[in-house]
């Protein structure tokens, strides 16, 4: 997404048609060079061994990307999508999920070539980008939900606005009798805090009210948990999360001096050691017995996945810009239950 950021930069000269064009085009040739250098074929393998290693009941994704490619006349001739890509790598794997939910999000299209001749695009890029929920087949799904969040920016182009959204969803599962909310989603990036704190206000005060049972968030917060006030990484969701009575499962497992940095990567995935640095994924958990408190009963364990060297494909690739998570609960079912 650091390139597609790059690219977003520009839509704003595609209202200035001509003139603006070469720059435009350059961007977007940039970025669809990248997706494809990138070859998410080969990253989704790395991916479902990492899955496999802890085969979750749940597999929470963000920055699901779908790219298709379109002629002049709109007309598709080529398509990457990264999920079915994914989840045939991980029946490679042996694994058994089946989608749950795919929250489509953010959605434009933008040019990759134009004709002089008729003065229009000949060759155009589509992208949608959002989350995806997989659940084993041997778990029971009570029920989803999912949305967008209010709070997003349109940029208006000759090509139809680019909207840049953000969203969730919500999977209920019945775990050993009772309801456990897991709840995936992506916030905006820090440099647009107003809307970084809109989504924050309206996952806590509309998505996370009311669920009975136990409620898991999981997903890309864009707020550093080892951050300050100031640093551009930082933002106040973390901390209004864990006031709300949602616990750390990582600061559980760990502990506060353990480093569970996530983010990130080179762009291009490239870099021969690793550059993460921020912790702004996790897997957030409240139950009811818990308000007020820092810890959850029973235990938990915790694991980054795809951030050590050893992780690189062979061509040198990370398998994704940010490290994953897992994480193992094993909650009092007695506790829960009252």
Known sequence: LGVLAGVLGWVPELARLPWQLPAVLAAVNAFWSQVQATDFHARAQGLAREIAITDPHVVALQEVARYVLLDGTLTPTGMVDFLPILQAAMADQGLDYRLEVRQDNTTGTLPLGFDPATQRPNLLLNFTLGEATLVRSDVDVLGTDQGRYAAMVSIPTPLGPVNVQRGWSRVTLDHRGVAHHVVNTHLETQGLQPLHDLQADELLGSVLAGLDGVTVVMGDLNSDAEGMPGDPSWTATYGKLTGAGFVDAWTQAV?????GYTCCHDPDLMNDISRLDERIDFVLVRTPLTPGESVLPGSVHM????????????????????AGLFAGLQ????LIMQ
Not at 255 to 259: D, F, K, N
């Open 303 to 322: 694991a980054v996945l795809g951030d050590e060297t050893g992780d690189r494909l062979a061509s040198g690739l990370w398998p994704a810009d940010h």
């Open 255 to 259: 502990g506060e001096t353990g480093v």
């Open 331 to 334: 909650l009092p079912l007695g």
